[in-house]
Structures are given as structure tokens and as C-alpha cells.
């Protein structure tokens, strides 16, 4: 148990790429091939095909006659084509034909938009309507030179006689695949630095002396409850002064401040009489080199006002 807690605390606390920044995500071009803003250029070209699809072929396809009857009779409602798969079987049931009328016309209309954005330009994708039936179609943009593809998912929508009215679009790439895109990738810990391991507290250990108990350890733990409230205290009252505390305040403050000089002073007087003697001479030392350094400053300020009397009288 000892020798797997250890090979743990040597592991390097760091996940994610070496020079990454807190809140930079790192954009991926291969599984993107759209760049950062994917959704507001796949959305605009969806929202572009649906416009024209319902200003001008929509009305016209609808019109026709064999579809008005067809509408008329219920024959193309979503639960006649569900309970009966023969409207939807054959390319001559007014079904089908009416059904791949309309994903013929949008898949036209997707190949003319999709020329205008920057894969189109380039050629390098092909377009690939599948998965069709009465519910909607599926558009696939096939890079020419690579296996990977994106599925993008076309649902009908349609008034309650069976007319489609419009279309309701999700790319199932971006939903499923891409996800990863739109997450921050990042792990850890904000303000980490490459290489730097986070210190974990340092449990206090005994070991008991003939003379007596000796102690090590205790280092880097974080700092109290009640300290960080005596010092939100303090802080208020050197803003605004003592008035604005309460009493129970005043309490806390006082009793916390005068806890932590007595320990202070306890601790000082528990020190190896070695260490307390080094800190009395440093201490008086420096006490000493005040001292003089304040004797010195008071005696030429004193010759000053002397010769400035002198001047004077």
C-alpha cells in the first residue's frame, strides 16, 4: 500500500498539451472542416436552402395536380404512409414520387449553396442524398480523398394534411462526432504551470525521544475558516472602523488576535534554547542598529534647527 501511495505522488499532476492556456481551445481543422464557427455557417446554409425551398419549389410542387388530390384524400399524412409501407415502396406511388420530388429539389438547392462556401470551392466533397422515407432524408457530404464523411439529417415538416411546409435540419456529425469541439478542452487546475507538481499538505509526524516527543511535517496546509473570518473582520474595521462591527464581531477578532499572540509567545518560549538565544541577539541587534540609526538622524536634526536658530536671531 506504502509503495503505490508513493508512485502516485510521483506522477506528474498535469494533463492536456504542453504551452495550452487557461480558456484557448485549440481549434482541430481535420475534424472540423468548417473552422470555428461550424454552427453559424452550417445554420446559415440551412436557413438559406429553406428559404428558397419554401418561397419557390414548395408551392409549386404542392400545386400540382396529382399531389392536391392526394392531399385531399389523406392518401400523404404521416400515419397513412406509416401504417401503409406501399405509398412509400415503389417510384410510382404518388408517395414516393411526391417525397423525392421535394429532397430531389433541396438537394439541388443544397449543391448550389454548398458551391459558394469554401469547400465547395475547392471541389474536394461530393454530396449524397440517402436514408429516405416519409419522415425525412439524409444529405452526405463525402470528401473525395478521405473515408471520414458528415451525415446531415433533413426531417419534413408538414402541415396535418401531409403537405410539406418546411424542414427541420441537425448534422448528425456535429451532434455525435464533434462534440469535443464546442468543450473546453482543458484539465487541471486553473493557473497550473507545465512541469510545476502541486504540493499536497504535509501530514505532522511523531517520533517518540527518551527526552521527549519530536515532531516534523505540517507544511503547506491551507489557510482556516476562522482565520479567514478574524481577517474579514479586521479588514472591515480598518475600513470602516470599529463602530461598524458588532459585538459578537468585536469578540471574534479580539479573541482570535489574542489567541494568536499567546501562541506566538508559547511557541517562542518551547523553541531549543539554542534558536531562542540566536533570535534574542538578532533581535536585539536589530533593535540596537534602529537605535542608532534613529540617535543619528535626531542629532542632525538637531545641529539643523540650531544653526537655523542661530541664522535667525
Same mark, same amino acid.
Given at each position: 500500500?506504502?509503495?503505490?501511495?508513493?508512485?502516485?505522488?510521483?506522477?506528474?499532476?498535469?494533463?492536456?498539451?504542453?504551452?495550452?492556456?487557461?480558456?484557448?481551445?485549440?481549434?482541430?481543422?481535420?475534424?472540423?472542416?468548417?473552422?470555428?464557427?461550424?454552427?453559424?455557417?452550417?445554420?446559415?446554409?440551412?436557413?438559406?436552402v429553406e428559404a428558397?425551398?419554401?418561397?419557390?419549389?414548395?408551392?409549386?410542387?404542392?400545386?400540382?395536380?396529382?399531389?392536391?388530390?392526394?392531399?385531399a384524400n389523406g392518401d400523404l399524412t404521416p400515419s397513412r404512409l406509416k401504417n401503409d409501407p406501399s405509398m412509400m415502396a415503389k417510384n410510382? /406511388?404518388? #408517395?414516393? +414520387?411526391?417525397?423525392?420530388?421535394?429532397?430531389? %429539389?433541396?438537394?439541388? @438547392?443544397?449543391?448550389?449553396?454548398?458551391?459558394?462556401?469554401?469547400?465547395?470551392?475547392?471541389g474536394t466533397h461530393t454530396i449524397i442524398k440517402s436514408k429516405m422515407d416519409y419522415l425525412g432524408f439524409s444529405i452526405v457530404e463525402k470528401p473525395v480523398k478521405h473515408a471520414d464523411s458528415s451525415e446531415i439529417r433533413v426531417t419534413f415538416v408538414k402541415s396535418p394534411d401531409g403537405a410539406i411546409v418546411g424542414f427541420d435540419v441537425s448534422d448528425n456529425t456535429l451532434t455525435q462526432n464533434d462534440d469535443s469541439d464546442y468543450i473546453l478542452e482543458h484539465y487541471g487546475v486553473k493557473g497550473m504551470k507545465w512541469g510545476v507538481k502541486r504540493e499536497r499538505p504535509h501530514e505532522v509526524t511523531l517520533k517518540d525521544l527518551k527526552r521527549g516527543v519530536k515532531t516534523s511535517g505540517g507544511y503547506r496546509h491551507p489557510v482556516h475558516t476562522d482565520a479567514v473570518v478574524a481577517r /474579514?473582520? #479586521?479588514? +472591515?474595521?480598518?475600513?470602516?472602523?470599529?463602530? %461598524?462591527?458588532?459585538? @459578537?464581531?468585536?469578540?471574534?477578532?479580539?479573541?482570535?488576535?489574542?489567541?494568536?499572540?499567546?501562541?506566538?509567545?508559547?511557541?517562542?518560549?518551547?523553541?531549543?534554547?539554542?534558536?531562542?538565544?540566536?533570535?534574542?541577539?538578532l533581535g536585539q541587534?536589530?533593535?540596537?542598529?534602529?537605535n542608532r540609526e534613529a540617535n543619528l538622524a535626531t542629532k542632525k536634526l538637531g545641529r539643523k534647527a540650531i544653526k537655523l536658530a542661530m541664522a535667525t536671531a
Open positions: 500500500m506504502t509503495d503505490a501511495s508513493k508512485v502516485v505522488d510521483d506522477i506528474l499532476e498535469h494533463h492536456g498539451v504542453k504551452g495550452m492556456h487557461w480558456g484557448v481551445r485549440k481549434s482541430d481543422s481535420t475534424s472540423n472542416p468548417y473552422g470555428k464557427n461550424r454552427y453559424r455557417r452550417k445554420n446559415k446554409l440551412w436557413r438559406q428558397t425551398m419554401v418561397k419557390e419549389h414548395l408551392p409549386r410542387i404542392n400545386a400540382k395536380p396529382e399531389y392536391v388530390k392526394a392531399l410510382n /406511388t404518388v #408517395g414516393r +414520387k411526391y417525397h423525392e420530388e421535394v429532397s430531389n %429539389a433541396y438537394i439541388k @438547392e443544397y449543391e448550389k449553396a454548398f458551391s459558394s462556401t469554401r469547400l465547395g470551392k475547392k /474579514t473582520i #479586521g479588514q +472591515k474595521s480598518r475600513g470602516s472602523g470599529v463602530k %461598524a462591527l458588532s459585538n @459578537e464581531e468585536l469578540r471574534i477578532y479580539a479573541n482570535r488576535l489574542q489567541l494568536e499572540q499567546n501562541v506566538k509567545r508559547l511557541d517562542f518560549n518551547d523553541r531549543h534554547p539554542a534558536k531562542r538565544f540566536v533570535l534574542n541577539v541587534s536589530g533593535r540596537d542598529a534602529v
